[in-house]
C-alpha cells in the first residue's frame, strides 16, 4: 500500500511539474500576442492618425505655457505640452502641432525662403528691408541672428508670412564687384607722379587735414576725383595713397581707412535695377565705415564702361537709370566729410558730363605716361639692393649701388630710343594724322613692374640651369626684348578702337594701325 501511494505522489509531481512548463509556455506566449496586439494596434494608430502641423515660433508665455505660432499665415495663441522646455524657444523655428493645436516639439531654422536686401537697421533691431519687386517690408531678426552684425547691402532669408530674417546670406555677387581692405600703400612707393601727387594731396588732403580753415575761407573738400590717362599709370595707386595718407591726416585710430575697390564693368547687372542696388550698397557701405571717423574712399576704375553720356546708344542705354543712382548718391555724400569718391577712367570723354560737373567729380588730374626721368624714378622702386646682383656685375660696376645705376640706365636708354630701327607702329587716326609709335610710348609703371619680373625670372631660370646666381645685364636687355615683341604683337589682337585707349587720346578715333616692319 505504502509503495503505491509513493508512486502515485511522484506520478502526480511529475504531472504537476509538466503543467507547470506548459503554463509557463502558455504564459510566455501570451505575452508575446499581446505585445505583438499592441505594436499593431500602434500601427493602426499610427496610420489613422490626424496629419501632423507646423508653424513657425514667434514669442511665448512661460507663465501660461502658451505660444504665439504662425500657421499657415495665421497668427495663433497655442498651448504648449509641459515637457517642451518653452524659455529655449527662439523666433523663427519650427514647432510640430498636434491635431488638437497643441504645440508638442521643436524643430530647427527653416532654411528656404525668400531672399531680401536689408536697407536700414532700426534702432530697436527690426529690419527694413526690400525683394526683388522693390517693395519695403519690415523684419524681426530670428534667434539664429542672435549677436550677428546685420549691414546695409546684406542679404538675408526671410520668412515673409512670419516677418522674420533666418540668416545672412554669403553671397558672391556684391563681393566680387566690391573690395573692401585697408590699404597701405604710400605716396613713397609711387614713382614718375610727383606732381600728379602734389596736385591730388592739395586737392583732397589739405581740405580733411584743415576743414575749420576751409569753412573759415567759405570752402568745402571736393566730393570726388578723376584721374584720367592712359592704363597702367598709376591711377589705383594714387587712390589707395590717397587713403592712406587721410588716415593719417584724420589720426582715425591704428591710422585705418577704408579703400572701396569698385569694378566698373562688372557691376552692370542684367537684371533691371539690380545695378543700381548695387550702387546704393556701396554707398551705404562707405557710410557706415564713415560714420566709426574713419576716411573711406569709394574707387571706381575703368568709369567709363559704367557711366557712359547718356543717349550715347551704347549698352542698350542703361546709363539713362544707372548715372542718376550715382548722381543721387555723390550729392547725397555731401556732409559725410569723411567720404572721397574717385574715379579712374582711359577715355574720360565718355564718360557723362553730368558726373563731371562742379560739386561731383570736380577734381580732374590728367596722370600721363612717365618720361624719362620719372621711368627712372619708377625703376627705383622695384631694383633695390634686397635683391641678388652677380658678383661679376657688383665688380664692374663698384657694388650693389653702380649696379642698379646701371641697370637703370641701361633699360631706360633701351625703352625711350628713338631710332628707324625702333619704330614699331604707325597709327592712323579718323581725321587722315599719323602718329609712329615707339616703345616708349607704352611705357607705363604697370610696364616696368612687368620688366623687372621678367628679368628675376631669367635671373632664377640662368641659377636653376647654370646655378649661376644673381641679376646680370643680360638679363635686363633680354627681358626689354620679350617686353617689346609682346607689344608688337598688340596690333594682331586689339580692335583699332582700342587703341585710343592705349594712346590716352581723348576723342581720338583710330581707323588703323600698321605695323613697321
Known amino acids: 500500500m505504502a509503495d503505491f501511494t509513493e508512486a502515485k505522489v511522484q506520478e502526480l509531481q511529475q504531472e504537476a511539474i509538466s503543467l507547470a512548463h506548459k503554463n509557463e509556455r502558455l504564459s510566455a506566449a501570451l505575452a508575446t500576442a499581446r505585445r505583438r496586439?499592441?505594436?499593431?494596434?500602434?500601427?493602426?494608430?499610427?496610420?489613422?492618425?490626424?496629419?501632423?502641423?507646423?508653424?513657425?515660433?514667434?514669442?511665448?508665455?512661460?507663465?501660461?505655457?502658451?505660444?504665439?505660432?504662425?500657421?499657415?499665415?495665421?497668427?495663433?495663441?497655442?498651448?504648449?505640452?509641459?515637457?517642451?522646455?518653452?524659455?529655449?524657444?527662439?523666433r523663427g523655428q519650427l514647432v510640430r502641432l498636434n491635431e488638437q493645436m497643441l504645440v508638442i516639439s521643436a524643430a530647427d531654422y527653416e532654411q528656404t525662403g525668400a531672399l531680401v536686401y536689408v536697407k536700414e537697421v532700426l534702432a530697436d533691431g527690426r529690419i527694413v528691408a526690400t525683394g526683388r519687386s522693390d517693395d519695403s517690408i519690415v523684419l524681426?531678426?530670428?534667434?539664429?541672428?542672435?549677436?550677428?552684425?546685420?549691414?546695409?547691402?546684406?542679404?538675408?532669408?526671410?520668412?515673409?508670412?512670419?516677418?522674420?530674417?533666418l540668416e545672412i546670406i554669403q553671397l558672391s555677387e556684391l563681393d566680387d564687384l566690391l573690395l573692401e581692405e585697408e590699404p597701405d600703400v604710400d605716396y613713397s612707393d609711387i614713382g614718375g607722379l610727383n606732381d600728379q601727387i602734389v596736385e591730388i594731396r592739395d586737392a583732397i588732403e589739405l581740405p580733411f587735414a584743415?576743414?575749420?580753415?576751409?569753412?573759415?575761407?567759405?570752402?568745402?573738400?571736393?566730393?570726388?576725383?578723376?584721374?584720367?590717362?592712359?592704363?597702367?599709370?598709376?591711377?589705383?595707386?594714387?587712390?589707395?595713397?590717397?587713403?592712406?595718407s587721410l588716415a593719417r591726416s584724420k589720426g582715425s585710430e591704428g591710422d585705418k581707412a577704408y579703400f572701396l575697390n569698385i569694378k566698373g564693368p562688372e557691376l552692370l547687372d542684367k537684371y533691371v535695377g539690380e545695378t543700381e542696388r548695387h550702387i546704393r550698397t556701396i554707398f551705404a557701405r562707405a557710410r557706415e565705415k564713415a560714420t566709426s571717423g574713419m576716411p573711406v574712399v569709394v574707387f571706381?576704375?575703368?568709369?567709363?564702361?559704367?557711366?557712359?553720356?547718356?543717349?550715347?546708344?551704347?549698352?542698350?542705354?542703361?546709363?539713362?537709370?544707372?548715372?542718376?543712382?550715382?548722381?543721387?548718391?555723390?550729392?547725397?555724400?555731401?556732409?559725410?566729410?569723411n567720404v572721397i569718391v574717385i574715379g579712374a577712367s582711359n577715355r574720360e570723354d565718355m564718360?557723362?558730363?553730368?558726373?563731371?560737373?562742379?560739386?561731383?567729380?570736380?577734381?580732374?588730374?590728367?596722370?600721363?605716361?612717365?618720361?624719362?626721368?620719372?621711368?627712372?624714378?619708377?625703376?627705383?622702386?622695384?631694383?633695390?639692393?634686397?635683391?641678388?646682383?652677380?658678383?661679376?656685375?657688383?665688380?664692374?660696376?663698384?657694388?650693389?649701388?653702380?649696379?642698379?645705376?646701371?641697370?637703370?640706365?641701361?633699360?631706360?636708354?633701351?625703352?625711350?630710343?628713338?631710332?628707324?630701327?625702333?619704330?614699331?607702329?604707325?597709327?592712323?587716326?579718323?581725321?587722315?594724322?599719323?602718329?609712329?609709335?615707339?616703345?616708349?610710348?607704352?611705357?607705363?609703371?604697370?610696364?616696368?613692374?612687368?620688366?623687372?619680373?621678367?628679368?628675376?625670372?631669367?635671373?632664377?631660370?640662368?641659377?636653376l640651369a647654370l646655378g649661376e646666381r644673381g641679376i646680370r645685364t643680360a638679363h635686363m636687355t633680354q627681358a626689354i626684348a620679350q617686353e617689346r615683341r609682346e607689344h608688337e604683337n598688340l596690333r594682331a589682337t586689339t580692335d583699332p578702337e582700342e587703341w585710343a585707349r592705349v594712346l590716352g587720346r581723348a576723342g581720338a578715333r583710330v581707323v588703323d594701325v600698321a605695323a613697321i616692319d
Do not use: W
Open 37 to 90: 496586439l499592441e505594436e499593431l494596434q500602434e500601427q493602426i494608430d499610427t496610420l489613422t492618425r490626424p496629419p501632423g502641423t507646423y508653424g513657425t515660433f514667434l514669442e511665448g508665455d512661460m507663465a501660461s505655457r502658451e505660444a504665439d505660432v504662425m500657421v499657415g499665415g495665421r497668427r495663433m495663441c497655442l498651448p504648449v505640452v509641459p515637457t517642451l522646455p518653452l524659455g529655449a524657444m527662439r
Open 300 to 337: 571706381f576704375d575703368e568709369m567709363e564702361s559704367l557711366f557712359r553720356t547718356r543717349g550715347s546708344g551704347v549698352s542698350s542705354d542703361v546709363e539713362t537709370t544707372i548715372v542718376p543712382q550715382l548722381l543721387a548718391e555723390i550729392d547725397g555724400v555731401e556732409q559725410l566729410a
Open 140 to 165: 524681426l531678426p530670428a534667434g539664429a541672428l542672435r549677436g550677428q552684425r546685420i549691414r546695409i547691402g546684406d542679404v538675408l532669408l526671410a520668412d515673409l508670412k512670419s516677418s522674420t530674417a
Open 351 to 463: 564718360i557723362d558730363p553730368a558726373i563731371l560737373r562742379p560739386g561731383r567729380l570736380d577734381v580732374k588730374i590728367r596722370i600721363n605716361r612717365p618720361d624719362r626721368e620719372g621711368t627712372i624714378d619708377i625703376f627705383h622702386k622695384y631694383l633695390t639692393d634686397k635683391l641678388p646682383y652677380h658678383e661679376d656685375e657688383i665688380a664692374r660696376y663698384g657694388g650693389v649701388g653702380g649696379v642698379i645705376e646701371h641697370l637703370i640706365t641701361h633699360a631706360v636708354t633701351a625703352i625711350f630710343a628713338t631710332d628707324d630701327s625702333d619704330r614699331m607702329f604707325i597709327v592712323t587716326f579718323a581725321d587722315g594724322s599719323q602718329h609712329t609709335l615707339y616703345f616708349s610710348d607704352f611705357v607705363s609703371g604697370a610696364l616696368v613692374a612687368n620688366i623687372v619680373d621678367r628679368v628675376k625670372t631669367v635671373a632664377v631660370k640662368d641659377y
Open 210 to 244: 584743415h576743414p575749420e580753415t576751409f569753412r573759415e575761407h567759405g570752402l568745402r573738400p571736393p566730393k570726388g576725383v578723376l584721374l584720367y590717362g592712359p592704363p597702367g599709370c598709376g591711377k589705383t595707386l594714387i587712390a589707395k595713397a590717397v587713403a592712406t
